[in-house]
T-cell receptor, first 113, second 114 residues
Framework: QQQVKQSPQSLIVQKGGISIINCAYENTAFDYFPWYQQFPGKGPALLIA?????SEKKEGRFTISFNKSAKQFSLHIMDSQPGDSATYFC????????????FGTGTRLTVIP | NAGVTQTPKFQVLKTGQSMTLQCAQD?????MYWYRQDPGMGLRLIYYSASEGTTDKGEVPNGYNVSRLNKREFSLRLESAAPSQTSVYFC?????????????FGSGTRLTVV
């Protein structure tokens, strides 16, 4: 059972456009929602993360929007650049135990020049 | 600034062969993890180790064994490789709960079983 559902599976955006990736979860025990960015041939790297006490977090061109009541969160990439082309994973984590990070299935983003 | 180091980067095995994937971290993290990544399936947890001397099964442990050799090293062993184990394997470590909850991943081992 997929703990975190992610969409779309792939996304093509023009340079300068906005990329939006959506995720949903069911477990209300989750209290940490990171996004990972993965370039080909590399491991995932933490991009940005949010806790449920805020509805939005912005770091540069990357913004997480969080809707606690709907149990949904999304990543917005403003002014998308070709260098943003990568696979993005959302994830959710809870406080209990060490095995507490659950990944979405990933979104392959391609930004066209 | 090594972070998490995995070896080898690439490997081709014949069905039935065995091998060990090595992972080491230099960040003094307690928890370490092995994931496999397959197209359209994201990252799935194979085994993890919450601390030195302990290991636990993740979502897809069948066909694998692990050893937490010490705090730094966490190895993954395939005793009898099968084509279904063709995948990209990632090791990760995690700082204990705190402001920096992020996992640090290695660069992966691309394994092909023929």
């Amino acid at each position: 059972q997929q703990q975190v559902k992610q969409s779309p599976q792939s996304l093509i955006v023009q340079k300068g456009g906005i990329s939006i990736i959506n995720c949903a979860y069911e477990n209300t025990a989750f209290d940490y929602f990171p996004w990972y960015q993965q370039f080909p041939g590399k491991g995932p790297a933490l991009l940005i993360a949010i806790r449920p006490d805020v509805s939005e977090k912005k770091e540069g061109r990357f913004t997480i929007s969080f809707n606690k009541s709907a149990k949904q969160f999304s990543l917005h990439i403003m002014d998308s650049q070709p260098g943003d082309s990568a696979t993005y994973f959302c994830a959710a984590s809870g406080r209990i135990g060490a095995n507490n990070l659950f990944f979405g299935t990933g979104t392959r983003l391609t930004v066209i020049p | 600034n090594a972070g998490v180091t995995q070896t080898p980067k690439f490997q081709v095995l014949k069905t039935g062969q065995s091998m060990t994937l090595q992972c080491a971290q230099d960040m003094n993290h307690n928890s370490m993890y092995w994931y496999r990544q397959d197209p359209g399936m994201g990252l799935r947890l194979i085994y993890y180790s919450a601390s030195e001397g302990t290991t636990d099964k993740g979502e897809v442990p069948n066909g694998y064994n692990v050893s937490r050799l010490n705090k730094r090293e966490f190895s993954l062993r395939l005793e009898s490789a099968a084509p279904s184990q063709t995948s990209v394997y990632f090791c990760a470590s995690r700082v204990d709960r705190g402001p920096g909850d992020g996992y640090t991943f290695g660069s992966g081992t691309r394994l092909t079983v023929v």
